[in-house]
């Protein structure tokens, strides 16, 4: 443990500017801890990959979000525009089932915070 320890001091006086080094002792212990904890021993790469998680979520988020509204949307102004105007049978009904799916997706989409919703997602779901 001894050993590791020096390395890191070694490295970290190898690697500090003079500002630092000419600082206050707390400062530089601030700056010291924060060199050993995340700069020499990687720890930032957990936040880089974070980041590239979050970002690739997101743009998949996104484009499930935009086809999914693309879609609802469809729905609802095909049976406004023509719902009524429909003769009565299979593709009529099929619709207004549709058109009714997206009703209540939308009740409960508008209905919920988002909180919830992430929460019932995470908890219930996953």
């Known amino acids: ?8 001091m070694q490295a970290w006086l ?4 003079d500002w630092i080094m ?3 002792d707390w400062l530089q212990n601030v700056f010291y801890d924060f ?23 997101t743009f998949f ?4 979000g935009i086809a999914l509204g ?15 105007e429909m003769r009565s049978g299979l593709p009529k009904f099929i619709l207004k089932f549709f058109n009714i799916l997206a009703k209540i997706y939308l009740t409960v989409i508008r209905g919920t915070p988002v909180v919830v919703q992430l929460m019932i997602i995470f908890f219930v779901i996953m």
């Open 22 to 24: 000419q600082a206050p």
């Open 61 to 64: 988020s996104l484009l499930l």
């Open 70 to 84: 693309v879609v609802i949307a469809l729905i609802r102004v095909s049976w406004d525009k023509r719902g009524s």
């Open 14 to 17: 190898d690697t500090a500017p």
């Open 35 to 57: 060199f050993k904890c995340f700069i020499y021993d990687d720890r930032y790469m957990m936040f880089v990959r974070g980041l590239g998680n979050t970002l690739k979520l």
């Open 1 to 8: 443990m001894e050993g590791q320890v020096s390395k890191v």
